[in-house]
């Protein structure tokens, strides 16, 4: 299933990154080499961030999707009233902006509409995930004075403050939150300012985790990061490029995503397209 999903990438990085049939076709063929080299052991992210290598190499962009982040994070703040209304509505408001979190992580806010996503968004919050541990989930919070969250995408942010600023409501002023974004730009993963632009800083304390790579691993980020993962009360995980590094973690973790391969949604037990709260 690999395999299919790497080339993918590598064709719609391309697109992204230039207008040039030649380059396009060469980002396919060095990525092709690349994959045929590439131990199938290793987490996906992995791959996924040599094949971002040579799309930005070839494409001579440092942040091919950057124009594609900046669109998706005004799209995103915009919704942010209707996200924290739904949240205010609500009879269980935690539940509800957990749900909005995961929101975040499946919409594919190049595609669909404005009008499209509030739609989507109150389907979601309407219904129950394939796997929600939302107890535990709870439980953990009561007991954390200091939480760890590892972003995803850029507009996924604002989502993700929503669930913040409902945890620190619940919690009061002694509870630490902690946002770890990518270091430098992988994909349409959310970096600093991305962060800052969803208005993360106001709520939470915004840390570079020193990955370059589409998702988290510990030993890939810097001593300071690996500090703060190992000593955090709670440590909850955005979008499946975290899961696939991480799903083999020692410590507790509670990943919140969208199973969007078949690899990811077997190893979770749901079907593609299903949504996950799932304490590890």
Sequence with gaps: GCIECFNAQAIKAGKIASKDVTTRRLIVEHSSRALAKHSMSAPPPVMGKKIQDIVKKLSRTKDPYRSIKEETNRLALSLYPLLVSMVKKSKDPLATAVKISMAGNTIDFGVEHKFDIKKEIRQIVTHKPA??????????????????????????????????????????????????????????????????????????????????????????????????????????????????????????????????????????????????????
Aim: charged share 30%.
């Design 131 to 280: 796997v929600f541990d939302y107890k535990p989930f709870v439980t953990a919070l009561r007991k954390s004075r200091t939480i760890l969250i590892l972003g995803d995408n850029a507009g996924e942010t604002v989502f993700d403050r929503v669930l913040i600023e409902q945890i620190k409501e619940l919690k009061g002023r002694d509870l630490k939150v902690y946002y770890a974004v990518k270091s430098a730009p992988i994909i349409n993963d959310a970096l600093y300012s991305d962060a800052v632009f969803a208005g993360l800083d106001k709520c939470a304390i915004i840390v570079k985790s020193g990955s370059v790579y589409p998702g988290t691993l510990p030993r890939f980020c810097t001593p300071a990061f690996k500090k703060l993962y190992r000593r955090a009360d709670m440590v909850i995980s955005k979008g499946q490029g975290n899961y696939e590094f991480l799903n083999g973690a020692e410590r507790e973790i509670f990943f919140l995503l969208k199973a969007k391969c078949k690899v990811v949604a077997k190893a979770l037990g749901v079907k593609i397209g299903k949504l996950v709260l799932k304490k590890k």
